[in-house]
């Protein structure tokens, strides 16, 4: 059983953003991410930082590094899948 898409290569695009310190209790940064292909969203994810940052740049650089762990093996499933000969992004 194989998947056949008739379209043009397939565009995965990623969007990551965090909310500094979002939890008063715990000084955590909420990270949140969510990735879309040809235009329809596939995957998404919020949550609570498991490290505490001591800066917005380093709660972003955090939700960033999640963001490009979950883009990679995005791309390697699609192209496991065989859904397309090349995916050229990220």
Same mark, same amino acid.
């Given at each position: 059983?194989?998947? /056949? !898409?008739?379209?043009?290569?397939?565009?995965?695009?990623? !969007? #990551?953003?965090? &909310? +500094? $310190? *979002?939890?008063?209790?715990? =000084?955590? #940064?909420? &990270? *949140? +991410?969510?990735?879309?292909?040809?235009?329809?969203?596939?995957?998404? $994810? #919020? &949550?609570?930082?498991?490290?505490? @940052?001591?800066?917005?740049?380093?709660?972003?650089? /955090? @939700? =960033? *590094?999640? @963001? @490009?762990?979950? =883009?990679?093996?995005?791309?390697?499933? /699609?192209?496991?899948?065989?859904?397309? %000969? *090349?995916?050229?992004? %990220?």
């Amino acid at each position: 059983m194989f998947l /056949i !898409y008739g379209g043009g290569e397939l565009i995965l695009e990623g !969007y #990551s953003d965090t &909310s +500094f $310190k *979002s939890d008063d209790d715990d =000084a955590k #940064s909420q &990270s *949140s +991410f969510v990735f879309k292909l040809n235009g329809g969203v596939v995957v998404w $994810k #919020s &949550s609570k930082q498991d490290t505490t @940052a001591d800066s917005t740049k380093k709660a972003e650089y /955090i @939700a =960033a *590094s999640e @963001a @490009a762990k979950e =883009a990679v093996w995005m791309k390697n499933y /699609i192209q496991e899948l065989g859904v397309v %000969p *090349s995916i050229v992004e %990220p």
